[in-house]
């Protein structure tokens, strides 16, 4: 009996000190990943947003005019965007616009005039709008916002009776995304329907139930959205959608890149982000960044313990021949199509980054509140 347990103990403290062992090595491993690239950079509370034009290698704090409560409250999800004239960010009682080749830091401020806190961009300017569903509209070139879709409410409580705490408060369908094609068409993500307008937003249609809170882009007619379920994709202008990419988890993002797409879903059975790439226009699709993904041994022990991966791929761009990737531990950046990927830029206080792309800058800024 008592050789039995001595059998027993020589098994059992070994294993333990193997598990000890290789626990330690991944903590170091992840420390020393988050090292490799501080040099040229400045981290810190005041770096609310950076700025890139050399693929991600270094990084400008171009914050310098921005509201200084920025740094304790972030900036909210949908309070900006960056496209070929720039970022645009909605904070205080203006929107701020930095032009992307600007070679000082430098913000113009425009005075807004409502209390929306989301902003979109738009075919001919920029969308403003909160989740009641008061839309205003900037032209380009103008100084004048004007009110848009103001019989949005009217037809989507029409179009969909679901009774939940919005309805029961305001007797209103809950508004998180807009979106507007190419070609004029507009969407709108409700609290769980997609509604659809061709005509400027005059009458509204039903063409998707799911999560309202879907993201949507387009690439060469093709519109790509997240769901709850996974990727959606349409050919038709967004009447009709299929289901292309599906791991049993809600989708994270989708983004052109030259010949498709990127996309990241959640797995439920890794309990991980995984990214997917797609150059035929989202017809079929290549899942990459498996250097990104946490080790299994990490994996394990989260499993173990009940808990997800801490290291949540969440953005994923092209700018030039890279890819760029925002992970909660930093930026990365791929020159092979997510085969490999460096870490350019750790995160700050634990915090990763949301990325966004204007031509060849690359803007990232805390995740903090957005």
Known sequence: ?????????????????LVLFLLNSFVLKEKGAGKKTTEGTKSGLLNIVLRSTDGGQTWQDISKGLPENLQREGVWGHGLFANDRGLYLRAGNGVYHSEPNSTITFWTKEIFPGKQREIAPGKNGIFAYNFRGQFLQKISGTSDWSPMYTNFQEQAV????????????????????????????????????????????????????????????????????TSKEGILRSTDDGQNWDRVISEGGVGIAVERIDGGFAAIVYNT??????????????????????????SRFSLLINQIGGLQSSLNISSIKQVGKYLICGRSDGIFRSSDMGKTWKLLLPSIENRGFNLSVSGNVIYAIPNKGC
Not at 1 to 13: I, P
Not at 180 to 206: D, H
């Open 269 to 294: 059975i890794t309990q991980t982000n995984t990214i997917h790439i797609s150059l035929d226009s989202g017809k079929t699709w290549n899942t990459i960044g498996e250097e990104l993904q946490p």
């Open 1 to 17: 009996m008592k050789n039995e347990k001595m059998k027993k103990l020589f098994v059992f403290v070994p294993a333990v000190l």
């Open 158 to 225: 029409r179009i969909d009776r679901t009774i939940d705490w919005m309805y029961k408060n305001y007797k209103e369908r809950e508004v998180r995304t807009v979106f507007e094609t190419a070609g004029g068409t507009v969407f709108i993500g409700s609290n769980n329907i997609l509604f659809r307008s061709t005509n400027s937003g005059k009458t509204w249609k039903q063409v998707q139930v799911g999560d309202g809170a879907m993201k949507l882009v387009e690439s060469n007619g093709v519109l790509l959205s």
